[in-house]
């Protein structure tokens, strides 16, 4: 494989992390990761909200200076699984860590997960600058890759439409 292939597959595949939350599995990309003032990694992931909406629940709970009940909002915990690979695209084993839901919006179907992991991640997904979006047509090929229903990663060409 040759070194730009190879580097075109790394970027585009290998940030794609699998999300699970009981039997709902989806994708998500690491988009962050950078130490933090204590020398611990942050981690940062960026999802569906429906991949994730199982892991969120509204309870109504009496709040005794309201003097009413309200609802209240919990978030569990969701497992990220980061992929390992061998031979430029063959997976071949995955590293798992808790998330929690950082923040989440169901109208834009977006959600970002802080990833409980101490350590740097391997891969982290490079944005396309925003000065350069002009550069971008239609019908130009891109590259996709997610977990549909929790598989290992799946990567997918299109066009811009």
């Not at 040759?2 to 599995?25: F, W």
């Not at 929690?100 to 101490?118: C, G, P, Q, Y």
């Amino acid at each position: 494989m040759t070194d730009v292939r190879e580097n075109r597959l790394a970027a585009i595949l290998y940030p794609c992390a699998r999300v699970r939350h009981g039997q709902v599995g989806g994708s998500g990309t690491i988009i962050y990761s950078k130490p933090g003032p204590n020398g611990e990694w942050k981690t940062y992931l960026i999802t569906c909200h429906h991949v994730i909406a199982s892991a969120i629940s509204l309870n109504d709970e009496w709040d005794p200076l309201l003097g009413k009940e309200r609802k209240r909002e919990q978030r569990s915990r969701v497992i990220v699984e980061e992929f390992n690979y061998k031979y430029g695209s063959r997976a071949i084993g995955v590293n798992s860590c808790e998330a929690d839901i950082e923040a989440w919006d169901k109208k834009f179907d977006l959600a970002i997960l802080k990833l409980r992991s101490v350590e740097q991640a391997k891969h982290v997904a490079r944005m396309f600058p925003q000065d350069r979006t002009r550069e971008i047509s239609l019908l130009d090929t891109v590259y996709v890759v997610g977990c549909a229903l929790g598989h290992e990663p799946i990567l997918t060409e299109g066009r811009i439409t």
